[in-house]
């Protein structure tokens, strides 16, 4: 897309309209490669992607692109590139190969594990009145999802369209969304991607998507057979309808995006586009030729080049305007952001561009603050404009409620309630005072690690079904079976583990910052201790929609949690309120302790203090005041609390309690002063009045 007058992308005009563009009956393709000596454009039949059709030569131009202007391909033409170039350190040309075009808007497969063609797409989409719903940042309440496993086995979808984009946006699944109140869908990768040859071998796969072929082209496998089966626009066509109907529902989709590695693996892996095309600038590697890799997926791609930055800046470009994306989550993030020297920093062109960029304005961007290479953990340090998946939040959330109390279990807890607290009230500690709560996504559980119930019901990863003798996943998940290692009939152990996730639960969906619930944990998934789940397209991995009693209760909670975050705006601010000053969209938080005295000093830290009551007054614009109090008690022992008198306060109702198994209980009304009785480890809700 042409720049604005004070926006320039890297690499400026000179890289603007990559990949091929229709006009005038003809087509031009262009392709950058500083390195190549010659690049050939092959066509192919329709119906043998063996069969070449025609050859043209490229020609290079300024600014090492390669151009040609032909009318060899009309929409639905099969194409290849072939790339010439020297040999030596950084080099891998080989100018027999068929490579992928990288800004390829469709593919064609054909019978080869290799064997992928581009094909030349024109978008005659009709978006009607569809806008996107552009959620506030406080409103928002993201939904982390697999496209296919979320219908696998819905039974009230249409098995047509079990585990696709039509099925996604099925009106079961959307009244579903809504009446768990989630504001965002965020889709593991939906980018065209293939399976690691080392996983085929084993009999397994790549499900949830991490090893991108295309930055462009949406995932085929997750269209309908008849889309897949009419061709590459009418995949093309079933994810804009999906998105089209979302939000047409009030709902936004974000895509979880890879652009920090692809599927061409380390050198000698399989060879489909940008190593071909020219591997010295699109990969980070020494000057011998040795790949940089902080992904742990056998390269990096190299964003300090113009030209490795801007192909990830003009996918965003496309997904954001073309296919109407709502925001993106980055994996991997900080590796996008290693400059010329691979070290991390915040201000990278490319991460710059990506927020200045005027075409990805009200775009949600969200960070994996880290990667695997050196300096590669970057929690807090990204720019204003961007939020980030908060991994301290989960590690001190999971301490308090799981470890903490497994260990108490043993001696007694080993911390006080003082980090917890900052947590819960937007993570300050983090987060710079321009950026404010809102800058942290919260989250306990992910696509990656053990769901939540299987983070109340096992102590150690059981990923043998893997095949790598359960050595992969993470080893520290600060989990807590309570008292015994898997299922069991053990009506205590399985009311108490029910109740560590009613208080996960609230603690998420209750703190200050952008709550991120992972898809099935509303209603307790288990992937029977797996914690690394990614190589199974299984039972596995797909949601159950045959749930117990017990699980349709913690949905109702979830449901419940959602709605008083909604409706009560102290939950929910936006800005970190400054001590005798009045900071609008802030919340101004009062701590007392059990008594109902004010917090000292001493006993934030103090172990043997592991209760607290947290009043917080909004001071919104837009919106009515609001105040509430959160009662944490983290120890399993019951306490008898004297609620605090709060200023100004009469009374308070109760809004909800992790005590209970199902939400809808009649509210009770105490006022200042009363003794509640408290149960071990448990959460209460009030509203302030």
């Not at 980055?330 to 920093?345: I, K, S, V, Y």
């Amino acid at each position: 897309m042409p720049e604005s007058q004070d926006f320039t992308a890297p690499g400026g005009a000179a890289l603007d309209n990559l990949g091929v563009r229709l006009h005038d009956g003809v087509a031009t393709l262009r392709v950058w490669s500083r390195n190549a000596s010659s690049i050939e454009l092959v066509t192919f039949d329709e119906t043998d992607l063996d069969w070449v059709t025609d050859e043209v030569d490229l020609e290079r131009g300024s600014d090492d692109v390669w151009e040609v202007t032909t009318d060899l391909l009309p929409p639905g033409t099969r194409y290849a590139i072939r790339v010439g170039g020297p040999h030596g350190p950084g080099n891998t040309f080989n100018p027999e190969t068929l490579l992928l075009d990288p800004y390829a808007k469709g593919l064609a497969q054909g019978d080869g594990y290799e064997e992928w063609r581009s094909v030349v797409i024109v978008d005659g989409f009709d978006w009607g009145d569809s806008r996107k719903p552009g959620i506030p940042l406080d409103r928002t309440v993201i939904y982390e999802a697999h496209l296919k496993g979320m219908t696998k086995r819905h039974p009230d979808v249409p098995p047509a369209l079990h585990g696709t984009y039509a099925g996604l946006a099925h009106p079961t699944m959307i009244e579903y969304f809504h009446s768990l109140g989630v504001t965002s869908i965020e889709l593991l990768p939906v980018h065209a991607f293939v399976p690691e040859p080392r996983l085929l071998e084993r009999g397994l796969t790549n499900y949830w998507g991490y090893n991108t072929l295309n930055f462009f082209t949406p995932h085929a496998a997750y269209a309908t057979e008849d889309a897949r089966k009419e061709g590459p626009e009418a995949v093309l066509a079933e994810f804009k309808g999906m998105v089209k109907l979302l939000h047409e529902a009030g709902l936004e989709v974000i895509l979880d995006v890879v652009y920090n590695h692809t599927s061409e693996e380390g050198i000698g892996g399989p060879r489909s586009s940008l190593r071909g095309i020219d591997n010295a600038h699109y990969y980070r590697q020494q000057p011998d030729g040795v790949y940089v890799d902080t992904t742990g997926c056998g390269n990096t791609l190299n964003t300090a080049t113009d030209a490795g930055a801007r192909l990830a800046l003009d996918s965003l470009r496309y997904w954001a305007q073309e296919m109407q994306i709502d925001g993106f989550r980055f994996d991997l993030a900080a590796a996008l952001g290693r400059d010329e020297n691979h070290e991390f920093t915040p201000e990278h062109p490319l991460l710059t561009a990506i927020r200045d960029d005027p075409a990805l304005q009200n775009v949600k961007l969200i960070a994996e603050p880290w990667d695997v290479g050196l300096g590669g953990w970057q929690t807090g340090n990204f720019t204003a404009g961007w939020q980030e998946w908060n991994d301290r939040y989960r590690d001190r959330v999971r301490n308090f409620w799981l470890s903490d109390i497994d260990y108490a279990r043993r001696a007694s807890a080993p911390v006080g309630i003082g980090g917890f607290a900052t947590r819960l009230a937007g993570s300050s500690n983090t987060f710079s005072e321009d950026r404010g709560p809102l800058a942290s996504v919260n989250f306990i559980t992910a696509h990656d690690g053990f769901t939540l119930r299987d983070l109340v019901s096992y102590d150690v990863k059981h990923n043998e079904a893997n095949g790598e003798d359960n050595r992969d996943g993470a080893d520290m998940n600060r989990a807590f079976n309570h008292g015994v290692e898997g299922p069991t009939n053990d009506p205590v152990i399985r009311a108490a583990r029910r109740k560590a996730m009613r208080n996960l639960l609230g603690t998420l969906l209750l703190s200050a910052g952008i709550p991120m619930l992972t898809a099935g944990d509303e209603h307790g998934r288990t992937q029977r201790g797996n914690n690394n789940a990614y190589a199974h397209d299984s039972d596995l991995t797909w949601l159950s929609w045959e749930h117990e009693d017990w699980q349709n209760d913690l949905r109702a909670h979830v449901s419940t949690l959602t709605r008083l975050r909604r409706e009560n705006p102290a939950l929910r601010p936006s800005r970190y309120a400054r001590l005798g000053e009045h900071t609008p969209n802030a919340s101004v938080m009062d701590w007392y302790n059990q008594d109902g005295e004010t917090m000292e000093q001493a006993q934030w830290t103090d172990p043997g203090n592991r209760t607290l009551q947290y009043a917080a007054a909004s001071t919104p614009v837009d919106e009515q005041a609001n105040r509430i109090l959160l009662v944490v008690h983290g120890t399993e022992a019951p306490i008898d609390i004297t609620l605090p008198m709060v200023e100004d306060a009469t009374r308070f109702v109760s809004l909800w309690s992790s005590a209970d198994e199902h939400p809808d209980v009649p509210s009770e009304t105490f006022s200042p002063g009363d003794v509640l009785a408290t149960a071990g480890t448990s959460m209460r809700l009030f509203r302030v009045e």
